[in-house]
């Protein structure tokens, strides 16, 4: 079964991808974790868990969201992290998780897909993220080979650079960087309720109309991204920039 967390749509993505190459489930994360609920899952085909890197790991919502739930039946378990560049040693960290919870280790495959971190760097235009998640199809046909074949995904060792990103800067990295305070609201607000909707840590609420933080954020960057008038920003960081969603690539 493919279980999955995305906040602007890459994951999403690669998990459909997945179900369809391996004839399997997909089942989406999201209300699980909003709502508090502990996953209570079985199935008979390898676990396979997808998500974003956030500093060189896993989102640290989404591994407590593995941490807490029941997989039963099958004891494999695969991770395919989407970046925008590098995992780091993520990896060892997913192995040690599946210690935890008395998986089977399968490995880590990344797949480099567009950056959708819109409060912190350059994202892509259309066409060139088009390019970049076409390419990505590569990895997701070898991660799915592996799964299918009941093989593990082939490893590198992460280097002393990777290792520290993991390790060190990952755990700076939510203390200093992922706060909500920098976002702030434009006269183009619609009062639609989308942000609302759509963040996974139930942060945001309107009051007349327009929309607060309420000081518990993951920097998902799916309300940024999502608000259809683009009335929101991070800062100055984002002004000027596109909003990024996952478009639509065929095979
Ligand atoms: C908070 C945050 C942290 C990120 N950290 C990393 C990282 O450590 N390495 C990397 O290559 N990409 C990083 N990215 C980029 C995302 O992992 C990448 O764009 C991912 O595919 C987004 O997936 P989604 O669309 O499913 O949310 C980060 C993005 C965000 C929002
Ligand atoms: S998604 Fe945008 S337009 Fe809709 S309520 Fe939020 S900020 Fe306003
Ligand atoms: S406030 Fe925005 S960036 Fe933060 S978790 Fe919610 S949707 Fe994601």
């Not at 890197?53 to 407590?64: E, H, M, S």
């Not at 235009?125 to 991660?143: D, S, T, Y």
């Amino acid at each position: 079964m493919i279980v999955y967390f995305s906040g602007t749509g890459n994951s999403r993505y690669c998990a459909e991808f997945l179900a369809r190459h391996l004839e399997d489930q997909c089942i989406d994360a999201f209300h699980f974790i909003r709502d508090g609920i502990a996953a209570e899952f079985i199935s008979g085909k390898p676990w396979v868990f997808v998500s974003p890197t956030y500093a060189w790991q896993l989102p640290r919502i989404f591994a407590d969201f593995i941490r807490s739930g029941n997989f039963d039946g099958s004891d494999d378990a695969y991770f395919v992290m989407t970046c925008g560049s590098s995992i780091g040693g993520a990896g060892a960290y997913n192995k040690a998780l599946c210690e935890e919870k008395g998986l089977r280790y399968r490995g880590t495959m990344p797949v480099v897909m567009p950056e959708n971190y819109v409060a912190m760097f350059a994202v892509p235009q259309e066409e060139e993220a088009k390019r970049i998640v076409h390419a990505g199809q590569r990895a997701l046909k070898k991660a799915a080979r592996c799964i299918a074949g009941e093989e593990d995904i082939p490893t590198k060792a992460a280097g002393i650079g990777g290792k520290l990103m993991s390790g060190i800067v990952n755990g700076l990295f939510y203390p200093l960087f992922v706060k909500d305070k920098a976002f702030r609201v434009s006269d183009g607000c619609i009062s639609c309720g989308k942000c609302v909707e759509g963040c996974i840590m139930n942060n945001i609420h309107l009051v007349e109309g327009k929309p607060v933080w309420k000081g518990n954020c993951t920097h998902c960057m799916a309300c940024i991204c999502d608000c259809p008038t683009a009335a929101i920003e991070y800062g100055r960081a984002s002004v000027g920039k596109p909003r990024y969603h996952c478009p639509e690539v065929e095979e």
